[in-house]
């Protein structure tokens, strides 16, 4: 059973930095999928980052060359760096974790576990 909280998230102005943090425990987190989704209000649950057990790295438009998805495995922890923010960036950040294979997954259903979320929230 693996469980997941996040934290890092907090108030910026636009142009700001944080860097989300994704705490695991029950299992290791390492070779597992982990990918980060955002709700917004009034928006469905989109993908931002996903990184695979293999180590490689996929983005959203969106926020492509501002954000940077690792692990360390050491801390069990997985981590979303982001630079620049918009006022757009504003949501709940969610992490989650698929146990199983995939290579890509940009869909919230391909992952199993998921922590309580983050708020992010970006101003003027």
């Known amino acids: 059973q693996v469980q997941l909280v996040e934290s890092g998230g907090g108030l910026v102005q636009a142009g700001g930095s944080l860097n989300l943090s994704c705490v695991g425990s029950?299992?290791?987190?390492?070779?597992?999928?982990i990918g980060w989704f955002r709700h917004a209000q009034g928006q469905e649950r989109g993908m931002v980052a996903f990184?695979?057990?293999?180590?490689?790295?996929n983005y959203a438009v969106s926020v492509n060359g501002r954000v940077t998805v690792s692990r360390d495995n050491v801390k069990n922890t997985g981590h979303l760096q982001m630079n620049n923010l918009k006022v757009e960036d504003t949501a709940v950040y969610y992490c989650g974790v698929r146990r199983t294979y995939l290579g890509f997954s940009d869909r919230s259903s391909d992952y199993q576990y998921w922590g309580p979320g983050t708020q992010v929230t970006v101003t003027s």
């Open positions: 990184l695979t057990g293999g180590g490689s790295e």
């Open positions: 029950g299992e290791p987190l390492r070779g597992y999928l």
